[in-house]
């Protein structure tokens, strides 16, 4: 009988922490959507601007459009495939895996931490 209780506590430990990293995920995907949001309305706001300042006034939909294909034109002009090949090198000698875990893991516990304030609020 001992066997079949020690065996129904192990289910009701792995049942909890299941929930538990089901409710992380839940967080980490609502603090996500909030960053999503916050950095799309940044960006919208930039593009916005730049069509405004370079086509003056007009309807926002079609002057933030402008003003992200002028951006694109703008930084696309000024890549060099040389420079992005360095950057590219760079970038690899700089993450080894123990880093990207680091990484990604602080990311993860940012994101539970923002999904906290978006449920609380």
Request: hydrophobic share 45%; no cysteine; net charge neutral.
């Amino acid at each position: 009988m001992g066997e079949l209780k020690n065996l129904s506590t192990e289910e009701t430990t792995l049942v909890a922490r299941a929930r538990a990293w089901a409710q992380q995920v839940y967080l980490a995907h609502l603090g996500l959507v909030a960053r999503v949001e916050e950095e799309s309305r940044k960006q919208y706001d930039k593009a916005l601007a730049a069509g405004k300042e370079a086509h003056g006034e007009g309807s926002d939909i079609v002057l933030a459009v402008r003003g992200l294909v002028d951006t694109l034109v703008q930084e696309a002009s000024q890549l060099k495939l040389e420079e992005l090949r360095a950057q590219a090198v760079q970038m690899r000698e700089k993450l080894n895996a123990e880093e990207l875990r680091q990484q990604a893991q602080k990311l993860f516990s940012d994101l539970v931490l923002a999904g906290e304030k978006r449920k609380a609020a």
